[in-house]
């Protein structure tokens, strides 16, 4: 659906006059992508709003969204699952997370940031398949996954120290969203690679 939508938009940019013919492709990826984070971010807020978790939800997007550009990960195959596994996340994170009691909630920031910084530390940056990445690129991805994964669980342990629990859960979170996608990617990369 999405992609019919975008490259009749793009259709319509030619016929228009607005763009040339021979990018008729390129603005109807461009379409495509535009429209699928359009989207997605409409679901991120509608369930933020419904579950009256905005704040949480900005923080934990942002953390998760800071990690992923360099850390890399796992990518749904379409745009319906990609849709699918943000509200599935969304609805585990908004009623979840969100409301871990505030006494065991220290437990949870400090185990979630102890799964995720090894795994980001040891497998980080996860490439795309479709993306192939240069040795240069992967050492400078790796080297900002690593300060940023690093600089974040001191965040996570200064927060619980400073008695802004629930904060350091949240960002804990998006550090523990971004592992588990960037061990994903490993794994089903590693599956793909080996058909080939």
Same mark, same amino acid.
């Given at each position: 659906? #999405?992609?019919? @939508?975008?490259?009749?938009?793009?259709?319509? $940019? &030619?016929?228009?006059?607005? /763009?040339?013919?021979? +990018?008729?492709?390129?603005?109807?990826?461009?379409?495509? @992508?535009?429209?699928?984070?359009?989207?997605?971010?409409?679901?991120v807020l509608l369930i933020a709003l419904f579950s009256h978790t905005?704040?949480? &939800? &900005?923080?934990? #997007?942002?953390?998760?969204?800071? *990690?992923?550009?360099?850390?890399?990960? $796992?990518?749904?195959?379409?745009? @319906?699952?990609?849709?699918? /596994? !943000?509200?599935?996340?969304?609805?585990? %994170? =908004?009623?979840?997370?969100?409301?871990?009691?505030?006494? #065991?909630?220290?437990? $949870?920031?400090?185990? %979630?940031?102890?799964?995720? !910084?090894?795994?980001? @530390?040891?497998?980080?940056?996860?490439?795309?398949?479709? +993306?192939?990445? =240069?040795?240069?690129?992967?050492? +400078? !991805?790796?080297?900002? =996954?690593?300060?940023?994964?690093?600089?974040?669980?001191?965040?996570?342990?200064? *927060? *619980?120290? %400073?008695?802004?629990?629930? !904060?350091?859960?949240?960002?804990?979170?998006?550090?523990?969203?971004?592992?588990?996608?960037a061990l994903l990617g490993h794994f089903l990369n590693r599956g793909?690679?080996?058909?080939?």
């Amino acid at each position: 659906m #999405i992609s019919k @939508l975008a490259k009749s938009i793009a259709h319509f $940019f &030619v016929v228009q006059n607005i /763009t040339e013919e021979s +990018k008729e492709v390129i603005y109807a990826y461009g379409m495509e @992508l535009l429209i699928s984070d359009v989207l997605n971010t409409i679901i991120v807020l509608l369930i933020a709003l419904f579950s009256h978790t905005l704040p949480a &939800v &900005v923080v934990f #997007i942002a953390v998760f969204m800071g *990690l992923r550009q360099f850390v890399g990960g $796992f990518h749904a195959n379409s745009h @319906l699952s990609c849709m699918f /596994t !943000l509200v599935m996340v969304m609805m585990v %994170f =908004s009623y979840g997370i969100c409301n871990v009691s505030g006494h #065991i909630t220290p437990i $949870f920031s400090i185990s %979630f940031i102890m799964i995720a !910084l090894p795994i980001i @530390l040891c497998i980080a940056p996860v490439p795309h398949p479709n +993306k192939p990445m =240069s040795e240069e690129k992967s050492v +400078k !991805l790796r080297k900002r =996954s690593c300060i940023l994964a690093v600089t974040l669980s001191v965040v996570t342990i200064a *927060l *619980l120290v %400073f008695q802004y629990q629930k !904060l350091s859960l949240y960002v804990s979170s998006g550090m523990l969203l971004s592992a588990i996608m960037a061990l994903l990617g490993h794994f089903l990369n590693r599956g793909d690679n080996s058909k080939r």
